[in-house]
């Protein structure tokens, strides 16, 4: 029986040839099917994602942290994600600026987000140096 990672490799492999081979006669529907597999590749692994997520606000719970320590740093793991899936497709797609310009937002955006750990993290430090 093929397990999950078996699953996402023949998806993605037989994608790969796939578009290998439309890309001769129609490169833009290349580029489309790569992309709906990337979109199934992900869909096969929604599940265990939201277990993750799920394990982690339990964690926390368990750790007494508060919920606005933890928000953070999953919307800045999702901001990355997001950011090099897009960059990447960008790349595909022979937009290497375009993909630059993604990841430079990715970057900023990630840290407007981790703003509010930074702030806690000088209160700590100003807390304890009293």
């Known amino acids: 029986m093929i ?3 078996g699953k996402l490799a023949v998806l993605a492999v037989t994608a790969l040839i796939c578009a290998g081979v439309v890309r001769r006669g129609a490169p833009e ?3 489309l099917l790569v992309l709906a597999a990337g979109v199934a590749v992900l869909s096969l692994v929604m599940g265990e994602l939201q277990e993750v997520v ?3 606000w339990y964690l926390a719970w368990a750790a007494s ?3 606005e320590l933890l928000r953070p740093v ?3 793991v999702a901001i990355s994600v997001v950011t090099k899936i897009t960059g990447e497709i960008c790349r595909c797609g022979g937009e290497g600026g375009l993909a630059a310009c993604v990841e430079t937002a990715g970057v900023i955006l990630a840290l407007w987000v981790a703003l509010p750990l930074v702030r806690g993290v000088l209160e700590l430090m ?3 140096m009293v």
């Open 65 to 67: 942290l508060e919920e």
């Open 74 to 76: 999953l919307k800045t």
């Open 54 to 56: 799920e394990e982690l």
């Open 29 to 31: 529907f290349a580029m």
């Open 3 to 5: 397990g999950p990672v």
């Open 126 to 128: 100003g807390e304890l």
